[in-house]
């Protein structure tokens, strides 16, 4: 069955780096994109934007340029979120997520019935 | 962006009642571009329709979207307790903007 698992929740102080992994299985990795969705603390889901499996190319929402970064390992079938110069307002639950539907000539499905179980990232001096 | 404002903001129903959530679009939202989600405390978001009445693998039947413009709709026909959870709309039609989420309680 296809599955997205995560890397587990690690503590970062204010200015680290975090790079948070999710495995992909269960189904060809190159035929789906790979899309991030941000969670704060009782707060309602964010798109943060999605990367292309076969270019490696991010697409990244309003607001999450600049610190935020996609990349793949497709030997590995895993794709990663960094983010650099963490905030306390970073702080949040990072999911991963797949579309329900595999692309079709560079065009992707933005609606996702695979989700990785979250990545919590707290960011605390 | 497309904004997304969802009511009410909680729902407090008791069991074999039907839900309805209402999730309102500040500019229409394509019928092919309009999807529902549920989230569970802990849990990651399970989507339950999409294309605005497109039912997604394994979910109820008592779980039906409608809808079209700018407004859209989200029933839970016979409310069962394990359907406490909140509930979200999202549009992929022009980018990507979830709503605020609905929280269904059973009493």
């Known amino acids: 069955q296809v599955l997205l698992v995560q890397s587990v929740s690690e503590v970062k102080k204010p200015g680290a780096s975090v790079r948070v992994s999710c495995k992909a299985s269960g189904y060809i990795f190159s035929s789906y994109a790979i899309n991030w969705v941000r969670q704060a603390p009782g707060q309602g889901l964010e798109w943060m934007g999605w990367?292309?499996?076969?270019?490696?190319?991010?697409t990244y929402a309003q607001g999450f340029t600049g610190r935020f970064g996609f990349s793949l390992d497709t030997s590995v079938s895993t794709a990663y979120l960094q983010i650099s110069s963490l905030k306390s307002e970073d702080t949040a639950v990072y999911y991963c997520a797949r579309g329900r539907s595999p692309m079709v000539r560079g065009v992707i499905d933005l609606h996702f019935d695979h989700w990785g179980q979250g990545t919590l990232v707290p960011v605390s001096p | 962006e497309v904004e997304l404002t969802q009511s009410p903001g909680t729902l407090s129903l008791s069991p074999g009642e039907r839900a309805t959530l209402s999730c309102r679009a500040s500019q229409s939202v394509s019928s092919s571009s309009l999807a529902w989600y549920q989230q569970k405390p802990g849990q990651a978001p399970r989507l339950l329709i999409y294309a605005t009445s497109s039912g997604a693998t394994g979910i109820p039947d008592r779980f039906t979207g409608s809808g079209s413009g700018t407004d859209f709709t989200l029933t839970i026909s016979r409310l069962e307790p394990e359907d406490s959870a909140v509930y979200y709309c999202q549009q992929y039609g022009s980018s990507v903007t979830f709503g605020g989420g609905t929280k269904v309680e059973i009493k």
């Open positions: 990367i292309n499996p076969n270019t490696g190319n991010p």
